[in-house]
């Protein structure tokens, strides 16, 4: 079962501006973590934030996490078209790290 | 480092045949996860292992799966009789201590 929801589902922007992905999710967690899938290829680790953390930064990425309304927010600063694919959210939870996916948001970024 | 490893990248084969997909972590990894992705089920955590012995199962779809870590560089999942459905990529990645999963490139499986 999934679970983090990303909304939106799909996002298309011009090359330049700002994308926000969002996440919620419905149990508590030990960390959150984002990934980033190209088409046809496997998933790439961008960023991990922990449950006692509110915001986290990498380069053009800006991740906050609000475990009160259990959701968490992935910002894509000055986007490029490189940046075309897939995003998920991913949980954590419990005693060993297993990652629950949720179902992505697909970005498209247009030069 | 080459990353984790899967073989093949790319897999058909008919209704009813076995199909066994390999994956190689990442040396020093101790963490071991297989998934699957279709449109319909989004990415699906199938099983894992933790020092090669396999802590959740329950994403095994059903007995025609099964899964075995042999050793802490290999593991294999086995698909005995394929079916239609069992159509999708899937994937392994690996960790250690479990914070970051590195993904392999998939095998793209396709049952007639």
């Known amino acids: 079962s999934q679970q983090g929801e990303e909304d939106p589902q799909a996002l298309s922007i011009q090359e330049g501006e700002n994308a926000t992905m969002n996440c919620s999710y419905k149990t508590s967690i030990n960390n959150l973590q984002w990934y980033r899938q190209n088409s046809g290829r496997g998933l790439v680790h961008l960023i991990l934030?922990?449950?006692?953390?509110r915001e986290k930064h990498s380069g053009r990425l800006r991740v906050t996490l609000d475990t009160s309304k259990k959701s968490s927010s992935l910002l894509i600063t000055a986007s490029r078209a490189a940046d075309t694919a897939s995003y998920f959210c991913?949980?954590?939870?419990?005693?060993?790290?297993?990652?629950?996916f949720g179902a992505g948001t697909r970005l498209a970024v247009h030069p | 480092d080459a990353g984790v490893i899967q073989s093949p990248r790319h897999e058909v084969t008919e209704m009813g045949q076995e199909v066994t997909l390999r994956c190689k972590p990442i040396s020093g990894h101790n963490s071991l996860f297989w998934y699957r992705q279709t449109m319909m089920r989004g990415l699906e955590l199938l099983i894992y292992?933790?020092?090669?012995?396999?802590?959740?199962d329950s994403g095994m779809p059903e007995d025609r799966f099964s899964a075995k870590m042999p050793n802490a560089s290999f593991s294999t999942l086995k698909i005995q009789p394929s079916e239609p459905r069992d159509s999708a990529v899937y994937f392994c990645a690996s960790s250690l201590r479990g914070d970051t999963q590195y993904f392999g490139p998939g095998t793209r499986l396709t049952v007639l």
């Open positions: 292992f933790n020092n090669n012995v396999p802590i959740d």
């Open positions: 991913a949980t954590v939870s419990g005693g060993y790290n297993k990652l629950i």
């Open positions: 934030i922990r449950s006692n953390e």
